[in-house]
């Protein structure tokens, strides 16, 4: 493992922050920026409720179904390297799509630019873990976990901007300018990084099967069609028993011999799917139901973005005091509690009394919440594998929102012109809400359950124990 130990303090160190934060915002504001545009996207390219669903759906299809590719490759080849190719893969994509003169042509530059995320977005993370010295890497992710929500949720506040001055594939097009800042950032100031024990094979029929799973699962939710849920079911299946009998499994089954590994993976999967259902509806609940400007629409969910801003970061370090277990119960029963609010969101409603309160307890929540989550997935494996459970952790993330998105219009009763009728669009947006708060206590009661110790004892796996060596078993320094 290439480990540099450097200080966060230093000037490098915040150089490696910086473009792990930035490369990553790239793709977290892709997958919130284009929400605010739906309805201009919509106006202009003529499309129902089912073209948005895939346009936002599209680009989380390819990059659940990659990213843990992506995180493979970037163990063997260098972790640095195939961040920046994604980087670039994902600014030519995204010309794509702000070109695009159809529905079915932007969809299909979303697919590709999905690819480009999966390249870049668990080689964020762990590149990190891979060049910060111990001691700092706790606050090292809670800054990039607190910057990279404060990307997500000022997502919709640009998108909003940009599609009152500029248009709606302005959007898109912003992202080259920033992904050049990347690639320079990386390329001068990154070390390049790869897991030693990672071999030169790749699970290709692994890759394969779990693209087809989501893509059959996300065409039958979106559709109405069972026959290709039925198949997507079997295709998971099937993907574990590749997985499990694979010698070089892009999942090694190892990795869930940590309890907290699995518990933090879970609690990933509920939290995520009720937040790519918040964040795909809220802003469309804005604008179609209460009237707001796509400007309004996004300033309207700042008060999450300052919460996170302020709170990630000192949430990280509790949590590293105190372990994950407190803050990864108590954030998502307060998210849910802030989707309660959201049920007050519809035509006629204030900003101050119906708005404000809402996102400020959702934000509460979420800040609680992402940094000590994303620290005990990293706290429960070694060093030399954090590239592969940072992808592991993206990928349940991704693909938990890429089923919600699918899914969660028709649970609520949205479809087809729905948008065009404030009434039936609002009723919908309050089941999906309803909904979400229940999968966010799902998350609440897991890590209550299954998440136990304080500090590093969380995860009866310190940061440089090996997932296979019985409970505290301390790596040396020499070992990694």
């Known amino acids: 493992m290439t480990t540099t130990d450097i200080s966060l303090s230093s000037a490098r160190g915040r150089w490696i922050v910086a473009a792990t934060v930035l490369g990553s915002a790239l793709a977290m504001l892709d997958a919130t920026v284009v929400n605010i ?10 499309s129902g409720v089912t073209g948005l669903q895939w346009t936002v759906s599209g680009y989380t299809l390819t990059l659940a179904s990659l990213i843990l590719l992506g995180g493979s490759l970037g163990d063997r080849l260098g972790r640095r390297r195939v961040f920046v190719w994604g980087t670039v893969w994902f600014a030519a994509a995204s010309v794509l799509c702000g070109l695009a003169p159809s529905i079915e042509v932007l969809i299909a530059a979303r697919l590709l630019q999905g690819v480009g995320a999966a390249l870049l977005t668990p080689g964020s993370l762990a590149l990190i873990s891979a060049s ?10 809670g800054l990039w976990s607190g910057l990279g929500g404060v990307a997500s949720a000022i997502g919709p506040l640009l998108g909003g901007w940009l599609v009152d001055a500029v248009g709606w594939r302005s959007v898109f097009l912003i992202n080259v300018p ?44 979106i559709e109405s069609h069972v026959l290709p849920l039925v198949l997507g ?21 190892s990795l869930f011999a940590s309890r907290v590994f699995l518990a933090a993976n879970l609690v990933t999967f509920a939290v995520y799917a009720a937040l790519g259902g918040v964040f795909f509806l809220l802003v ?21 973005t300052a919460l996170m801003l302020v709170l990630s970061v000192r949430a990280g370090r509790i949590a590293g005091r105190i372990g994950p277990r407190v803050p990864m119960t108590v954030g998502p029963l307060l998210s849910a509690l802030g989707l309660l609010l959201m049920l007050r969101i519809g035509p006629g409603s204030t900003y101050v009394t119906d708005v404000l309160p809402a996102v400020l307890v959702f934000g509460l929540g979420l800040s609680a919440l992402v940094a000590p989550l994303t620290g005990a ?13 940072s992808g592991v952790n993206n990928a349940v993330a991704r693909t938990s929102q890429l089923l919600a998105v699918a899914a969660l219009p028709a649970l609520a009763g949205i479809a087809g012109s729905d948008y065009s009728a404030p009434e039936v669009f609002s009723d919908g947006f309050h089941t999906a809400m309803l909904l979400c708060a229940g999968l966010l206590v799902i998350g609440s009661v897991i890590a209550a359950v ?3 110790g304080t500090g590093q004892d969380a995860s009866n796996c310190p940061p440089h124990c090996d997932i296979g060596s019985p409970p505290m078993a301390p790596r040396s320094k020499d070992q990694d």
């Open 37 to 46: 545009a739906l309805p201009a996207i919509g106006r202009d390219l003529g």
């Open 132 to 141: 910060i010295k111990a001691e700092d890497r706790g606050a090292a992710i």
């Open 178 to 221: 920033l992904a050049v800042v990347v690639v320079w950032v990386a390329a001068k100031h990154v070390p390049e990084s790869r897991d030693p024990h990672a071999s030169g094979r790749l699970d290709v029929p692994g890759a394969v099967t779990v693209a087809a799973a989501l893509g059959l699962l996300t065409y039958g939710l």
């Open 233 to 253: 079911i079997a295709a998971v299946a099937l993907f574990v028993v590749i997985e499990r009998r694979s010698h070089d499994p892009l999942v090694p089954p």
């Open 284 to 304: 469309l609940q804005l604008q179609f139901a209460v009237g707001y400007s796509p400007i309004a629409a996004g300033v309207a969910t700042l008060p999450i």
């Open 377 to 389: 997935v990293l706290g429960a494996v070694s060093t030399d594998r954090a590239g592969i459970a």
């Open 450 to 452: 299954l998440i136990r």
